[in-house]
């Protein structure tokens, strides 16, 4: 009888025991799961290319991104609006930048394979070479230069100089920005101008040419060149967002089909706050959430 109720009180302890156990296991079942989608172990290759405005942004953005994730490096290039789009949609790249939208530059077939994430706008400004008399052109003296119908700065107020046409290349989405909105899709004069294939390139030759004039994003605005006024108007973010300064642009970052892994991780970072409040205004860009026009 005594070993009968010894049993049973064994038993009994030992069915409590394992209830505790698997109670305890089951508690921590969920914190399992979490872990899982954390990007604490992120990692991966990351190539990026195509517009030249938008890659100070982007290789700002790269930059704090891999400081974030050491094992993800993300690499990123020029070549242009029209490049990137064309190597996004061959698979050649991750993520085409582009200052226009893919159905401007592609057919429609190949547009329709991407993915579009407007990350930035981006304002654009005339530029002149510091010896330029001139403090702002009409729309329509902009058109008469950049079409070759007035070669000379005396004939719009300034200097008797040449005036020296710089553009960028036929794949540049400035180029389509500026001959869009400025030019109302006129051509420019192309056998008496210079060609310069990137934002950086167009500024360092305004600023080394006499009486030279060009266009170029926001953010690559310094003083080796001066600023133009557009109709009186200043390029300036503020304007630009109330609806005073036309030429701006959105910055997309296309991908073939919906981004996955790193690519994704990247892209939602791209509209974090800490990109969208912090980085962007300052390094020359408007969030795309400030713009009115939309």
Not at 30 to 47: A, E, F, W, Y
């Amino acid at each position: 009888m005594l070993k009968s109720r010894f049993a049973k009180v064994v038993i009994a302890v030992l069915l409590i025991a394992s209830f505790f156990t698997f109670a305890a296991c089951g508690s921590k079942q969920p914190q399992s799961n979490n872990s899982t989608t954390t990007t604490d172990n992120l990692s991966g290759k990351i190539t990026i290319a195509g517009s030249t405005a938008l890659q100070p942004l982007a290789e700002q953005a790269a930059k704090m991104f891999m400081e974030k994730y050491p094992n993800v490096v993300i690499t990123v290039q020029g070549g242009g609006s029209g490049t990137g789009l064309t190597q996004v949609v061959q698979g050649a790249i991750d993520i085409g930048n582009s200052d226009i939208f893919a159905e401007e530059k592609l057919d429609a077939e190949a547009a329709k394979s991407l993915v579009d994430h407007k990350v930035a706008v981006v304002g654009f400004a005339v530029v002149v070479n510091k010896d330029v008399a001139v403090d702002s052109l009409t729309q329509q003296q902009l058109v008469d230069i950049f079409t070759g119908k007035i070669t000379n700065w005396k004939e719009v107020g300034g200097q008797d100089e040449k005036i020296t046409v710089i553009l960028r290349p036929a794949s540049s989405g400035t180029r389509a920005t500026f001959k869009k909105i400025v030019l109302k899709g006129q051509e420019e004069a192309e056998g008496l101008a210079l060609t310069e294939d990137s934002n950086g390139a167009v500024k360092k030759v305004v600023a080394d040419t006499k009486g030279a004039i060009s266009y170029i994003g926001l953010a690559y605005i310094d003083d080796t060149v001066k600023v133009l006024k557009y109709d009186g108007v200043e390029p300036t973010a503020q304007n630009i967002i109330d609806g005073k300064y036309p030429i701006w642009s959105y910055e997309h970052m296309y991908t073939k089909g919906e981004p996955t892994g790193a690519v994704k991780a990247f892209l939602d970072f791209m509209m974090s706050d800490e990109v969208q409040k912090e980085l962007v205004p300052k390094v020359g860009f408007i969030p795309v959430s400030e713009m009115k026009t939309k």
